[in-house]
C-alpha cells in the first residue's frame, strides 16, 4: 500500500490526484479496520469461549495432579511422624524403665521396702488377725465347768 502511494506521488504531478488517492486508500484502511474489528468481535466470542473450555480441561488436570501429589506429601508426612512418636514413645519407655529401676535400687540399699513387700507384710497380718480371732473364740477347756475363783485382797 505505502509502495503504491509513492507511485502514484511520484507519477501525478497533480495535487488533486494525490489527495484523491489518498482519501481513497484512507477509506479502504478505514474499511478494512472496521471489517477486521467486526471479524475480531465475531470470532472473539468463539475464541473467548474456546480459551475458557481449555483452561477449564487444563484447571481439572492440574488439580487432579496437584491433589496427587499433595496426598502423596501428606502420607509420607504421615508415615514420618508416626516414625518418629514411636521412636520417641520408645526412648521415654527406656528412660522410664531406667529410672524406675535406679529408684528401686537406691531404696533397696536404704532399707525402704517395696510394695510387693508392704503388700506381703499385710497379707500376714490379716492372716495373723483371722487366726486370732478364731482362737479368741474358742473357750478353753473345762473353762465352762467352774466359775472363775474369787480374789483375794493379797494376791
Do not use: Y
Not at 504421615?78 to 529408684?103: I, Y
Not at 492372716?127 to 472363775?148: M, Y
Request: glycine share 8%; proline share 4%.
Amino acid at each position: 500500500m505505502a509502495k503504491r502511494l509513492k507511485a502514484l506521488a511520484e507519477s501525478a504531478g497533480d495535487d488533486s490526484q494525490l489527495a484523491s488517492t489518498v482519501r481513497r486508500s484512507a477509506h479502504q484502511i478505514w474499511l478494512a479496520g472496521l471489517g477486521a474489528f467486526m471479524k475480531a468481535q465475531e470470532e472473539g466470542a468463539k475464541v473467548f469461549e474456546a480459551l475458557v473450555k481449555e483452561g477449564k480441561t487444563l484447571e481439572g488436570k492440574t488439580r487432579k495432579i496437584a491433589e496427587a501429589k499433595m496426598s502423596a506429601v501428606a502420607s509420607r508426612w504421615g508415615k514420618t511422624a508416626n516414625e518418629a512418636t514411636g521412636k520417641a514413645t520408645a526412648t521415654w519407655d527406656k528412660l522410664e524403665q531406667v529410672f524406675e529401676g535406679r529408684v528401686a535400687r537406691a531404696l533397696k540399699r536404704l532399707g525402704v521396702p517395696t510394695n510387693r513387700d508392704v503388700q506381703a507384710l499385710a497379707k500376714q497380718v490379716e492372716e495373723l488377725s483371722a487366726s486370732v480371732r478364731k482362737l479368741s473364740r474358742r473357750k478353753p477347756r473345762g473353762a465352762a465347768d467352774k466359775p472363775p475363783a474369787p480374789r483375794t485382797p493379797n494376791s
